[in-house]
C-alpha cells in the first residue's frame, strides 16, 4: 500500500513538473491600484474635483515594454465613488529625481503620481507608496493617496498549488480511513 502511495505521489510531481515546464515563460503580471482624495485647490476635470475622493486599478506585464508603456489592461477609474469613463492611453514612470511614480495619460488630461521610482527602468517594483497627487502635470500637489503594486501570480503557480492541496487531502483522507480500518478491528465483536 506505501507502495502505491509513493508511486502515486511521484506521478503527481511529475504531472506538476512538466505542466509549469511546459507553460511559456511570459511576464509576471502586477496589479497597480491606488486611493486617496483630492485637495480643495484641486482643478475640477474629469479625473479630479475639490474635495473628491478618487480609486483606480489597471494590470501591466512585468517588466514592460517602454516607458511610456501603452500595455495596461483592465483599467478603472472612480471619482467620488462613481465611475469615470476613459480610455488610459499610456503610463509613464518617473524617477526619483523627477518627483518618482507615474502619470496616468488621457485623451486630454493627465493625473500625475508622485513618489518613489517604481518603473522608470521598465521594472515595475511591487509594494506601497504613499503618493502626492497633481492634474496635468501642474506640478502643484492637488491631493493624496497611496499607491500598492502586488504581483498577480502565473496560472502555473495556481496549478502547483491545487495539485499540492489535493495531494495533501488524498493523504489525509487516506490515512483517517485506514486509521478508522485499524479501530474497527481492534474493536470486540
Do not use: H
Not at 46 to 52: I, K, N
Request: include cysteine; proline fraction near 6%.
Amino acid at each position: 500500500m506505501k507502495v502505491l502511495n509513493i508511486k502515486l505521489a511521484s506521478l503527481a510531481c511529475a504531472l506538476v513538473a512538466a505542466a509549469t515546464l511546459s507553460t511559456p515563460a511570459s511576464a509576471q503580471e502586477v496589479l497597480i491600484s491606488g486611493s486617496g482624495y483630492w485637495g480643495p485647490n484641486a482643478t475640477t476635470t474629469s479625473y479630479g474635483a475639490p474635495d473628491e475622493t478618487w480609486s483606480f486599478s489597471f494590470y501591466l506585464p512585468n517588466p514592460i515594454s517602454s516607458n511610456p508603456t501603452t500595455q495596461a489592461t483592465g483599467f478603472t477609474y472612480d471619482l467620488n465613488g462613481s465611475p469615470v469613463v476613459g480610455t488610459l492611453d499610456s503610463v509613464y514612470f518617473f524617477s526619483a529625481t523627477v518627483n518618482g511614480l507615474f502619470d496616468l495619460t488621457f485623451a486630454n488630461e493627465s493625473v500625475s503620481f508622485y513618489g518613489q521610482d517604481v518603473g522608470s527602468t521598465l521594472t515595475i517594483v511591487p509594494g506601497y507608496y504613499p503618493a502626492s497627487v497633481a492634474l496635468n502635470d501642474a506640478g502643484i500637489t492637488m491631493g493624496y493617496g497611496d499607491i500598492t503594486i502586488t504581483a498577480v501570480p502565473e496560472p502555473a503557480t495556481w496549478l502547483m498549488l491545487g495539485v499540492g492541496a489535493a495531494a495533501v487531502l488524498v493523504l489525509v483522507r487516506r490515512r483517517r480511513v485506514e486509521r478508522d480500518t485499524l479501530a474497527a478491528s481492534l474493536l470486540p465483536a
